[in-house]
């Protein structure tokens, strides 16, 4: 499944207005003694990536799509598709959602609602 289904291709070309944050992690196991030796073993050599989104101004349509499409996801439970073009990158690598996606309500102009949406990914290459 894509990040961005039909109901919400609206923001498959809007790149993230606040920016984006990325950031690399090494998936390690440590291990201490009883005696305080410690013990690390690199477990991938790849790290994996993540992305922190920002978008401001969505309207409650979009709004509700997103919060569906998280929900289908179940969460941080299933991986989908995260075209890389949107964050200035090329390829398409396979994510999860890292953590709660954060929906603030920003202002209410003419019976409509404006939202600020920030969601983090992580990749999920297992």
Excluded: C, W
């Amino acid at each position: 499944m894509a990040l961005y289904p039909d109901d919400i291709s609206g923001l498959s070309n809007r790149k993230p207005d606040r920016g984006f944050s990325q950031g690399k992690q090494y998936l390690t196991s440590d291990y201490q003694t009883q005696t305080g030796y410690e013990k690390r073993r690199l477990l991938s050599r790849r790290p994996k990536r993540e992305y922190s989104l920002s978008y401001t101004n969505i309207s409650s349509t979009l709004k509700e799509a997103l919060e569906s499409f998280y929900d289908s996801m179940g969460g941080s439970y299933s991986t989908f598709s995260f075209d890389l073009s949107h964050v200035g990158e090329a390829g398409i690598i396979r994510v999860k959602f890292s953590n709660p996606i954060r929906i603030t309500h920003v202002a209410t102009i003419n019976s409509s609602n404006i939202y600020t949406i920030t969601a983090g990914l992580i990749e999920d290459f297992n």
